[in-house]
C-alpha cells in the first residue's frame, strides 16, 4: 500500500505522521527502529538474574520499545504514567555534559521538573536578567 504525503504548505510536504519512542526520540529509518529493538533486547540479556535464566536463555521480560505516532503538523509530547516516573534523555546534550531527564510532578496539567538541563550558574544568570 502507498502512503500518501500531506501537504504542509508552502511547498513542504510530509507523511501523515512522524514516530517517536517514549523518551521522545524520533524515528527516522527502518534501521534507526531495528537497532532501536536490538538495544531492547540486549537491556534484558544485561538485566537478566541468575534465578531468571534457564540455560543460557534469559527469561526475564524484555523491556518494552514504546513507539508513538505523531501526526503531521504536531510536535511530539511526554505520556507519562504517573507521578514520579522518569524520562532518562540519552538524547539530549548540554554543555555540562550530564544526562538529562525529566521527572513527572503533575499528570493534569503535565508538569515535569527537568534535571541537568542546566548549571546552577546558568541558572543564576536567567534569575539575574529577569
Known amino acids: 500500500e502507498k502512503l500518501v504525503n500531506v501537504h504542509l504548505g508552502k511547498g513542504h510536504m510530509s507523511l501523515p505522521c512522524s514516530f517517536h519512542t517514549r523518551e521522545g526520540v524520533r524515528i527516522t529509518s527502518l534501521d534507526q527502529l531495528a537497532e532501536l529493538a536490538r538495544h531492547s533486547e540486549g537491556d534484558r540479556e544485561k538485566s537478566c538474574t541468575s534465578q531468571e535464566k534457564a540455560g543460557d536463555t534469559c ?5 518494552e520499545l514504546h513507539l508513538f505516532a505523531v501526526p503531521a503538523g504536531r510536535v ?35 508538569v515535569f521538573d527537568v534535571k541537568n538541563f542546566y548549571s546552577r550558574d546558568e541558572s543564576a544568570e536567567i534569575v539575574k536578567k529577569a
Not at 527469561?59 to 523491556?63: C, E, H, L, Q
Not at 504514567?81 to 503535565?110: C, K, N, Q, T
Open 76 to 110: 511530539f509530547m511526554f505520556a507519562p504514567s504517573y507521578v514520579g516516573e522518569i524520562f532518562d534523555l540519552p538524547h539530549v546534550r548540554v554543555a555540562s555534559g550530564e544526562p538529562v531527564s525529566l521527572e513527572v510532578l503533575s499528570l493534569s496539567p503535565r
Open 59 to 63: 527469561v526475564a521480560p524484555a523491556r
